[in-house]
């Protein structure tokens, strides 16, 4: 058995992970990143593949290097939006294109770059359980056989949904979120898919509803490289993901004699960031706390913010000799005042879904315009206009719409108490001690929104 002694350890060698390391090793920490995959598969992630642009990935990777590399298709201009029971509907993407990528490539680069910084990989090193007494102080992990034994300052739980570290650490006497539960989370299929001849649509990402609260996708990688997957929520009844994704392919004449290159599922978070992600010597980032957006499923760019602000609030614990919980405190604070608090927002229209049939939702959809329906969806968690003074003028809507008054009013309110939650998530506390006032507000808000929509509590 080998004892191996650094700053951080960081587990799992994802989006999370490899801006983790790289940061801290750019910082001049001595960091070690162990990734249960071998070299060779490192960096093969179920995904989508969509990300809006780069601009948001922290500086310390070669932002063009992974452009160039694994960004094949840099021209998404727009959201389509496939509706069976009507007229379809783009919504254009303001500002910076988005892009779809060749995942693995992608996840390669980002390899590379954590060790151009000086991060040391290690692959092939599955960690098993952490070491602990009173604080996280190392993990224990096995390499072909082999037991192996990591101390550090600090662990970095970069090891995505569903964390194993979260099962062995133990959380009492901390604010660590623990109330966690499989049914907030989604379970998703992809296949990448080549097809005879050229997609029309290699300008936009497109969306079909699927029942119980999914979507579809066809993501175009290239003009003729499709990755085409779908998902589910886990807290309703469980599709058959490969056969429903079969069924549609084979319905759809692009796909024809089309062949499948790759197959990948996974589990992905649904649910709001974790309300605190830090303990002792232990911080989670990226999907092991739930840095996605939870009604599109996107994870990569919160994962890569979360993995440079842990490392860099890791590193300054670390030169101050602490590393309490009030000592990593800082990083809570900064994933709920950026990304969280929209992406909390976002999770109250996924529980408003739950509480409405597909059919029903697909219904006021199909009757609203498409330009009302944009500005209602809004893109930051609440809207963008004063829907309900356009509804009351819009006599053509309002004879469409008739029916589905109830619920459209319902997601109107949805959407200002969507507005309000984010102005709690602003007031996040900068210190422990704030916490449980600043949850009991925000549980008291999502209590109104229980209230509102008769959906059954998601937490
Ligand atoms: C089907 C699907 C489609 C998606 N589509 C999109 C999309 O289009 N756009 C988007 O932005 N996001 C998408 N996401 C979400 C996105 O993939 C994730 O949010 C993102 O990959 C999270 O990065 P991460 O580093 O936190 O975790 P991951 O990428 O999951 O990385 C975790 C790493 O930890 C390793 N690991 C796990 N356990 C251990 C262990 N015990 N020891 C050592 N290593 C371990 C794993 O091998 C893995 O390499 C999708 C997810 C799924 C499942």
């Not at 002694?5 to 920490?29: E, H, N, Y």
């Not at 500086?59 to 509706?83: C, G, K, M, P």
């Not at 007494?133 to 970069?158: F, P, Q, S």
């Not at 998703?188 to 079909?208: G, H, N, W």
Request: overall charge negative.
């Amino acid at each position: 058995m080998t004892t191996e002694t650094r700053d951080i350890v960081v587990v799992g060698g994802g989006t999370a992970g490899c801006f983790a390391a790289a940061s801290a090793a750019q910082d001049g920490l001595d960091v070690v990143l162990l990734e249960r995959k071998t070299e060779k598969e490192a960096g093969h992630i179920a995904c989508g593949d969509a990300i809006k642009g780069t601009s948001t990935f922290p500086d310390v990777i070669d932002r063009q290097y992974l452009r160039d590399e694994s960004f094949t298709n840099q021209n998404i201009q727009r959201a389509h939006f496939i509706n069976p029971k009507g007229a379809n509907y783009d919504i254009p993407f303001e500002g910076e294109s988005g892009s779809v990528i060749d995942r693995k490539r992608y996840g390669e680069v980002l390899l590379e770059e954590a060790d151009r910084a000086g991060a040391d990989l290690q692959y092939n090193t599955v960690v098993q359980d952490v070491t602990q007494n009173g604080r996280v102080t190392g993990v224990t992990a096995t390499r072909k056989g082999n037991h192996l034994e990591y101390e550090a300052d600090v662990v970095i739980d970069a090891a995505g949904a569903l964390s194993l570290l979260q099962d062995k650490v133990d959380f009492n006497g901390t604010l660590y979120d623990t109330n966690v539960d499989y049914s907030q989370f989604c379970s998703a299929y992809r296949e990448v898919i080549e097809t005879e001849q050229p997609v029309d649509y290699d300008d936009a990402i497109v969306f079909k509803p699927t029942e119980e609260l999914g979507y579809l996708w066809y993501f175009p990688r290239t003009d003729r490289e499709i990755n085409a997957g779908l998902g589910f929520q886990m807290d309703q009844p469980p599709l058959p993901l490969v056969d429903v994704l079969k069924n549609d392919l084979e319905n759809q004449p692009e796909f024809r004699n089309a062949e499948v290159k790759d197959k990948l599922g996974a589990a992905l978070p649904t649910r709001r960031p974790y309300d605190s992600a830090v303990a002792p010597g232990f911080m989670s980032v990226g999907d092991a706390a739930a840095h996605v957006n939870p009604t599109t499923g996107g994870g990569i760019p919160g994962a890569a913010k979360a993995g440079h602000w842990a490392a860099e609030i890791a590193g300054e614990a670390i030169a101050d000799g602490d590393l309490s919980e009030s000592a990593l405190w800082e990083y809570n604070q900064r994933i709920q005042t950026d990304f969280g608090k929209r992406f909390a927002a976002m999770d109250l229209y996924n529980i408003f879904g739950t509480a409405h049939e597909v059919d029903e939702l697909t219904d006021v959809v199909t009757a609203l315009p498409g330009e009302m329906l944009i500005d209602l969806m809004g893109k930051e968690g609440e809207t963008t206009l004063g829907a309900v003074d356009k509804l009351k003028t819009g006599l053509r809507t309002a004879i469409e719409t008739r029916g589905h008054w109830k619920t459209l009013y319902e997601g109107y309110q949805v959407s200002n108490l969507a507005s309000e939650l984010k102005s709690i998530y602003d007031e996040y506390p900068s210190t422990p001690s704030g916490f449980e006032a600043w949850q009991a507000k925000r549980d008291e808000l999502m209590d109104e929104v229980y209230e509102l929509t008769g959906a059954e509590p998601k937490y």
